[in-house]
């Protein structure tokens, strides 16, 4: 499966962003899904995650509460929704796919990653 990020930019802080990721050449609905994210000079960062059904999904504690997973797999789409950014947000964002039931919060987990987009918020 191929994967794009999108839907990143400039922001405010307390501004909200949707970030989407386009699966293509795959069974998109074969795949736990999730996304991560890299802020200069640091490690890849588990921020959510979703079962390929939809059924669960998980995000990490520094955004609980403000960022939610979604997916349609009738769109091969998934999406990040974003709301009361911070600066501590700002990092590039990646989608990942596991195997059905192998997605889990460690980037080894995931075997297929979409190419980033860019987040930058403002304070």
């Known amino acids: 499966v191929q994967l794009q990020a999108s839907g990143g930019g400039v922001v405010q802080a307390g501004d909200s962003l949707r970030l989407s990721c386009t699966a293509s050449?795959?069974?998109?609905?074969?795949?736990?899904m999730g996304w991560f994210r890299q802020a200069p000079g640091k490690e890849r960062e588990f921020v959510a995650r979703?079962?390929?059904?939809?059924?669960?999904?998980y995000t990490a504690d520094s955004v609980k509460g403000r960022f939610t997973i979604s997916r349609d797999n009738t769109e091969n789409m998934m999406y990040l929704q974003m709301n009361s950014l911070k600066s501590e947000d700002t990092a590039v964002y990646y989608c990942a796919a596991a195997h059905e039931y192998h997605g889990g919060s460690f980037p080894a987990a995931y075997l297929y990653w979409g190419q980033g987009t860019q987040v930058t918020v403002s304070s």
């Open positions: 050449e795959g069974t998109f609905s074969n795949y736990d």
């Open positions: 979703i079962r390929w059904n939809g059924a669960y999904s």
